[in-house]
């Protein structure tokens, strides 16, 4: 496996699923791929009884990378094929819309085959005969990328009726989303796949593995999830499992935007390095000799962690005991738990980077107008929400500001989360909890900023 | 079995679910396994207020108004639940608040339906419901029975905090001959679009744009022309959909309401009669899980305009040469009574109407014994056929054949050529038209010049009536109190909800005046002893009761009707 990148060893990056992709001959033609040894893995796998992959899944501790973490052999298992008797589908979530993050892409537009891959030894594995690759509306070019690979493929019957002549049947259709963030939340998109509005389904009961697309049992996962099924059928879930640290197994893509001299995506070790390595080291630090002020690490939808915030992290050490440390932030050693145990999480692993000179009101404006645009309007707190929270942050940037301004956001993000249909909830309003309390000062300055006559409230 | 099949009956379940125990605040209660949980609330008193959700529809969940907090059994170390000292099991809180409408009832469910984090989730939902709300509730029809005014009131924060500038949405929006949408006060609970697709069977309903300038579209390319389209204007929990013929003409606080039913066809739906000094406004549907659910058709609920019509009769009338000559009730009925005596009661006939109440049905029954003498008198009344929907609306639209076939009034109107052919032949010289139009019911006109009596009691000038010897008139079905028996045999109430105009009376009135002209026995004055009365005489109204019939009927035995 390659090494790509810093001088220091330790940071080196462990690509495996960005392993190819960069380098310069490396093309999506299937022929480049099977150069690469692909779809070796596709045929130990269609050698392998389904329920042994999915327990070799089980067994890697693969976890979700769609945003959630989500253990996939879990998800898989609660399929009950002995009692199934409805199809089973299984869908690529190609969406990737979530601000700060673009490590689906790489794969879609580099390597298409290897998704495609992982996607037929995960449908073989789930006993599904047809799949979709839910494709973000505006990756019309990726789109096309993974047409041509399709066709690719089906010309030497990867896919299509009797797969390498083993008996199993599989399609697999790339379906383009029209440009709604909402699509890539797993009901949303099935919804869309059914050729309706994107409305998310309550869960219960519309739970995908129960009642997915056309109410029948149905597999959602994301782009980078699929691709490691690959990865574990040729190592063995065992072998998997030994990469990185338990309970965050494998590595983790991560994207690095923002006030960072050389942004990015990286490939590493789930833990493997602190997030003040991600930065300092292998990003070269914040630009133009700024200071570092704060950095969402998963996603613009997880909690913003502040530069300076020490963090009580409680952890299992090396005899297993649980412990609680002090961590700084530079400290945190990137993975889904520690991030998780700050008080953040690390979502779709889209790091986000503020330096000394932004205006926080500024920047969580940014955030609540892509939201507020975005969410799908279903329900009532985060439709009427979401907005509500934007015009009240558009106006505090304009220096309308008035004093009750920040509790006003904290309380309407309250209102919103944990009481919405579907996580959109949590993901509009965690941004403003977590500004507004952590760089509180800013918001009140940013509220008094002007003396000005009270609007009459217009109700 | 309500006539028409909904698709879900949330309120409804099946009769052999098992019974489980339900911490309803702080007691145990019994409720079928799978009921839903705000429809467990509702049946120990408790509301759980919802927009979205409606019994009768599948399930939105999207107002998040019935927000609970939620219990289930806490599991010991052997997965089985831990019983506290009465054999109950101890309940472990979800800390999300769960939404009721979605959850249903098992076996050691725990429900708070008031808790603080209830209230704060109420709070909240009111408070982001009200933001962007006109609330343009002095003009508004809905004001009154609103239940975004309810429950604000009831659970809202009193005050607003929002401050700035509402979102702004089509008003006045025309998407259907019979109905307006204003976007500004649809709070997007979708009941609309779901009846429009489970029930009315007209999916054209649905919601454009996205977030918070989300609105209630109709298709572009159509109008919600669905003969079930006002329902909407009911199930519509604000004032977003309102109903043309009502839109501004009361205040929902100053209609009466009096319980009766639609006498537009045989289904004889529940309706809600909304008057207001001697005028009816309205006609709204009322529950009956026997008959229409919770719904009725738009044809049933405008049908009432006619009995406000300028050619209403109002004056008991003689015909003289130079017109209609009017005259004082007791004189009319006695000259009337008089006429009908001298006939040979071979040589009259009744044209009934099928529309007229049991009570009714049975005073021309009597009627036409005391005027009998060895010879029957001919009697008939005059179909009305329709087109069966499917849903509630029937091919019969009289809507009380089956009470006239249990009185041995008529015989479905099939004997109508023969009544044409006797008069033809001359064989019957005088006709009693009971709010029938003999010329409508197929007698050509000159047949009705050569009759030496016609005597006409009805409530709307027609053709008869401009040639009738006698004028009486009538009461319409909002003014007279009776019962009637629907398509599917149950026995069901009409209850006066206003007087009747000028010196209309009510047909029994008439009736029993003229039964007590021509020396009858005096069947009494109220619909109630009429009933008790017509009971005794007719075997398929056995055991029945006025006041047993209740706000929603009761069916015929099997055999009967
Ligand atoms: C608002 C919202 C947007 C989401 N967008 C995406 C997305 O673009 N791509 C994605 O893979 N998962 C997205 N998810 C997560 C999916 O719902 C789902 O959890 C994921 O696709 C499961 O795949 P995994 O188990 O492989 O992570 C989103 C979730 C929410 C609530
Ligand atoms: S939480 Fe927001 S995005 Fe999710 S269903 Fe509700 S309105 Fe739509
Ligand atoms: S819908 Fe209700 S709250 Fe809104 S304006 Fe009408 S009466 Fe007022
Ligand atoms: S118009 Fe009324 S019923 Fe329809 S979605 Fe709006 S509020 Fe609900
Ligand atoms: S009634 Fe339950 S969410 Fe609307």
Redesign the interface.
Known sequence: MTKVGAANDRLAEHRIILRFVDEPDYTTDIDCYLRHGGYEQLRKALSMDPAAIVAEVKASGLRGRGGAGFPTGTKWGFIDHAKNRKPVYLLCNADESEPGTFKDRQILYKDPHQLLEGMIISSYANRAHLAYIYIRGEMAHGAQILERALAEARAKNFLGANILGTGYDLDIFVFRGAGAYICGEETGLIESLEGKRAYPRIKPPYFPAVLGLYLCPTIVNNVETLCNVKHIVEMGGAAYSKIGTPNNTGTRIWCVSGDVRRPGYFEYDGGAITLGELLYEVCGGIRDGNRLKAVIPGGSSAKVLRAGEIYPIRRKNSEGRLEEIEMKLEDLPLDFDTIAASGSMSGSGGIIVMDHTRDMVECLNNLSAFYAHESCGQCTPCREGALWMHKILDRMREGEGRPEDPQQLLDLADQIAGRTICAFGEACSWPVESFVAKFREEFEAKAAAKEHERLQPAC | MALIRNPFDHDLPSADSPQVHVHLDGKWVDVPLGLNVIEVARRFGKLIPHYCYHPKLS???????C?FEMGTPKLGPDRKPVLDGEGRPELQWVP??Q?AC??TAFEGLGIRTASPLVE??Q???M???????P?DCPICDQAGECKLQEYAFDYGKGR????????RKPKRVDIGPRILLDDERC??CTRCIRFAREIADDDCL??T??????RLSIHPDQRFTSNYSLNTADICPVGALTTKDFRFRMRAWFLKETQSICVDCATGCNVTIGSREGFVYRLTPRVNEAVNSHWMCDQGRLGFHPIHSKHRVLEPARRVETGLFPGEWPLVLGQVAESLRKLEPSSLALLVSARLTNEELFLVQRLRESLRGESEIFTEVVPRKGQADGLLRSDDLNPNSKGARILGIGADGEKLPELRKRIEEGKVRALFCLHEDAIGAGVPEEMLERLSLLVWQGILEDKSCERAHWVLPGASFAEKSGSMVNRAGQVQRLHRAIPTPGRAKEDVWILRGLILALGGEDVGQSVPDIFSKMVATTPAFHGFTWSGLGDQGVPLPAQAG
């Open positions: 399930i939105a969940g999207n107002c998040r108004m927000l999300r608040p939404i979605a959850t704060s989730c709070k909240g939902v408070e982001f419901l009200l933001a962007n709300h609330l607003s905090q929002f401050g700035e500038e509402k979102v709070i997007l649905g919601i744009e996205r977030g918070g300038y989300n």
